[in-house]
Structure formats: structure tokens, C-alpha cells
């Protein structure tokens, strides 16, 4: 897990209860897991994909495009 061993978690979780403190610490954890699955879900989804003829009537509407400005 990223290197990292019992005596760094313990002085993370540490550093975390000092700064947030001991009420707050179950709401950002919650929330950094509530992120992190929204991250997760957005990668997972693909992007919608171009059909070839498609894409080659753009590029067609492009250079239309081009031809009737000059």
C-alpha cells in the first residue's frame, strides 16, 4: 500500500486528529471515500465513440467550411 508501513499510518492518523479533530475526523473520511468512488465511477465510464463515417463527414464540413471563407 504505497510503501507505506504501520508507523507512518499511525502518525498520519495522528497528524489528522490534530488538525481536524477527533468530531470532524468520521465526516472527512467519509467524504474522502464518497470522492474517491465518484473518481473510480468517472474513469470507468468511456467516452462516447465516433463511428468512422461520421468522423470523415466532419472533417468533409471542415474543409467545406474553409473553402466557402476564402
Known amino acids: ?20 479533530g477527533a468530531g470532524k ?3 472527512v473520511g467519509s467524504s474522502i471515500g464518497k470522492a474517491m468512488r465518484e473518481f473510480k465511477g468517472a474513469l470507468e465510464e468511456k467516452p462516447p465513440e465516433k463511428s ?11 474543409e467545406e467550411e474553409k473553402d ?3
Open 25 to 27: 475526523l468520521p465526516q
Open 52 to 62: 468512422v463515417a461520421s468522423a470523415e463527414g466532419e472533417d468533409k464540413e471542415k
Open 1 to 20: 500500500m504505497l510503501g507505506l508501513g504501520m508507523p507512518e499510518l499511525v502518525v498520519i492518523l495522528v497528524i489528522a486528529l490534530l488538525v481536524f
Open 68 to 70: 466557402s471563407k476564402a
